[in-house]
């Protein structure tokens, strides 16, 4: 009727379509699921803590061997869990170093307490205060095939190495068309507030490097 030159196939889908939308107006808060409902969340805390197959015990509770549910488990913090999970890593992987300032007595938040001790001090090492120098340097270790694990002391600190990490390392991989990449190079470092020094200990600046290519 609108438009003559159209199909009548295209004429009855657009006559249908509008018709449609004059009958009632959207909901007011839109037809996906809301936050409330989404299948895709988990509504409350215990069903976000939950791992499926795995039951916890307190400490002082005996348990057969320490197995619980046919998997070991050992309530940690944060802190304890990231230096597990490093521990792990370089038992599985006689190339993996931990690096970067203090690190060696175990770092401001005492995430590599006892490593250098575990692993010895090749493994385990201060470096200079320059985080490009960390940077650059784990890129290079992860180069040649080593797993590099570099810490960023605060990540307020990772400005300075901003141009290796965007620059370098996530380009070596295109730039060099394959023959290096740096997938076994991890920089860890704390973000968000400490409680204290809100001038450059506070800051969370990861989104930086969502935007940067590779």
């Avoid at 916890?56 to 869990?81: F, H």
């Avoid at 990449?181 to 507030?193: D, E, H, I, Q, Y």
Wanted: proline share 6%; glycine share 12%.
């Amino acid at each position: 009727m609108f438009y003559p030159q159209l199909s009548s196939k295209l004429r009855t889908r657009y006559n249908s379509t509008v018709a449609a939308s004059e009958q009632a107006p959207p909901p007011a808060d839109g037809s996906l699921p809301g936050l409330a409902t989404s299948p895709l969340l988990l509504g409350t805390r215990d069903a976000a803590l939950k791992t499926p197959g795995l039951s916890w015990l307190e400490e002082d509770e005996p348990s057969p061997g320490g197995i619980v549910s046919g998997r070991e488990t050992r309530k940690m913090n944060t802190y304890q869990a990231i230096r597990d999970a490093m521990s792990h890593a370089m038992q599985r992987d006689d190339t993996a170093v931990v690096f970067g300032e203090d690190v060696a007595f175990g770092g401001v938040f005492r995430c590599t307490m006892g490593l250098a001790e575990e692993f010895g001090r090749e493994r385990v090492f201060n470096t200079p205060l320059t985080e490009q120098g960390i940077a650059g340097f784990g890129i290079g270790l992860a180069a040649m095939g080593q797993t590099a694990i570099a810490e960023i002391q605060f990540s307020d600190y990772i400005f300075p190495a901003f141009d290796q990490l965007v620059n370098e390392a996530a380009k070596i991989r295109y730039r060099s068309g394959g023959q290096f990449n740096v997938g076994k190079l991890t920089v860890r470092t704390p973000s968000m507030a400490v409680g204290h020094g809100g001038l450059y200990h506070s800051q969370s600046p990861e989104g930086y490097f969502i935007g940067a290519a590779g």
